[in-house]
């Protein structure tokens, strides 16, 4: 648990060094997607804060699955940039990629057995700008799991609706 601290510590410095060089925006959001975990599928709803600089975005999210066997939960870092800029810059749509990490509980419906471990991994999306203060994203992460004896790895697919003020 000290390691996962230090991270979550180590991404607020740095959201915060990052937004002190750059006009930053916060946001709330909403998300609806899907998760692929060990050879099932299960429907995700999860919530979002974050923060938003010209060149990074720095979020954290809550998500919350369930499928027949199993019920999930995460609570994930997340820092972007955007990929492309020069391409898309002036566009709507604005490409990203980044990092993940955080940690995840599993909650196995048949045994009522519950298993914790960390998470981390890369994700990319793209992103569209609706108005200053409404954007969507589709995005997709790739997480290998820590300490989880049942799940190895997730894959995320997700769509967000971003408030900014």
Do not use: C, W
């Not at 998300?31 to 995700?44: M, R, V, W």
């Amino acid at each position: 648990m000290k390691t996962i601290n230090k991270l979550y510590i180590s991404l607020i410095l740095l959201s915060i060094s990052l937004s002190a060089a750059d006009k930053s925006y916060s946001f709330l959001g909403i998300q609806a997607g899907t998760s692929y975990i060990e050879g099932d599928f299960a429907p995700t709803v999860g919530l979002k804060y974050g923060i938003q600089t010209r060149k990074y975005r720095t979020s954290f999210n809550y998500n919350y699955g369930e499928n027949s066997n199993a019920k999930y939960q995460t609570l994930i870092a997340q820092i972007d940039t955007g990929v492309l800029t020069n391409t898309f810059k002036d566009s709507a749509f604005k490409p990203y990629a980044g990092f993940s990490f955080g940690a995840m509980q599993e909650k196995n419906k048949l045994s009522s057995l519950t298993d914790k471990g960390y998470l981390y991994g890369i994700n990319t999306g793209l992103a569209y700008i609706y108005n200053d203060a409404l954007d969507f994203d589709l995005g997709y992460r790739y997480l290998q799991t820590s300490k989880l004896k049942n799940v190895s790895s997730l894959n995320d697919l997700t769509l967000s609706m971003h408030y900014f003020y």
